[in-house]
């Protein structure tokens, strides 16, 4: 599922920067459609002709499967051209995860539901500037402390809870409020397949011999009830809580010259 959220995901992330697309009703189903189909026939073309030259064999031992490619087509330059291209291709993956990712929570603090310092944008560059690097720290300390590959995994199994709430939200809001305003209807089809889809990734690590991981990662995501309860809406009024938290933003704000 992992594999499968890596290959063809990341299409949806586009609907974060909305608000920074010209004619977003017109432009984002383009968008969406364009790169899904796009990246759709890139992958199977790729798959297609790493069967041709390689052995199953071989794909199937081998981690770096595109380099092996390279260089049985085109000897060593090709192993080195195909690992620089696998290379720019994940930075360019990073750089996109950067983008979206900081939105989220941009908007999360200017909602209310994190704390009022992750909202601040440079007054320079009209980007969200902490939130950026809170993503930049986060993801530093997790790759210290983790394996690359249980993060892939760890980071599509929190993922799509969220994406089932939302697509459960779109049927929901479909039959309760039909009168809203709707640039862009979605096919209802579309939302109940992504669904069963991000059901089934959530519930499947659970039957395996690696429950206890998918636990414990279940419980990390819970932590966000206490510490929008204890941090941002101080139900337990603690003494110069509110008085630190503005404190830390005044201060994030003038050291990194945002507002």
């Known amino acids: 599922s992992s594999g499968i959220n890596a290959e063809y995901g990341g299409w949806e992330n586009v609907v974060t920067v909305a608000s920074e697309i010209q004619n977003p009703s017109r432009n984002i189903p383009i968008i969406v459609v364009g790169s899904v ?130 697509c459960t939200g779109v049927i929901v809001m479909r039959y309760t409020h039909p009168e809203l305003p709707r640039p862009y209807r979605v096919p209802l089809i579309f939302p109940v397949l992504m669904t069963l889809f991000g059901l089934f990734v959530f519930i499947s690590p659970f039957t395996g011999d690696n429950w206890g991981i998918s636990l414990l990662w279940v419980g990390l995501t819970l932590l966000g009830f206490p510490i929008y309860y204890v941090l941002v809406k101080d139900v337990f009024k603690i003494p110069g809580l509110a008085w630190a938290m503005k404190k830390l933003r005044d201060v994030t704000a003038d050291a990194l010259g945002c507002e």
């Open 37 to 166: 189909s796009i990246v759709t026939v890139l992958y199977l073309l790729t798959v297609v002709s790493y069967h041709i030259v390689l052995p199953v064999s071989v794909m199937t031992s081998e981690a770096a499967v595109a380099s092996v490619f390279g260089s049985a087509t085109m000897g060593e330059a090709g192993l080195v051209v195909l690992a620089v291209i696998v290379m720019l291709s994940s930075l360019g993956g990073v750089q996109c995860t950067f983008l979206y990712s900081s939105r989220y929570i941009h908007s999360g603090a200017v909602e209310g539901l994190l704390p009022q310092v992750l909202g601040l944008v440079s007054t320079r560059f009209k980007t969200p500037i902490v939130s950026i690097l809170y993503v930049a720290l986060t993801t530093v300390v997790f790759v210290l402390i983790g394996n690359i590959d249980a993060l892939i995994d760890s980071a599509s199994f929190t993922m799509f809870p969220f994406i089932v709430l939302c």
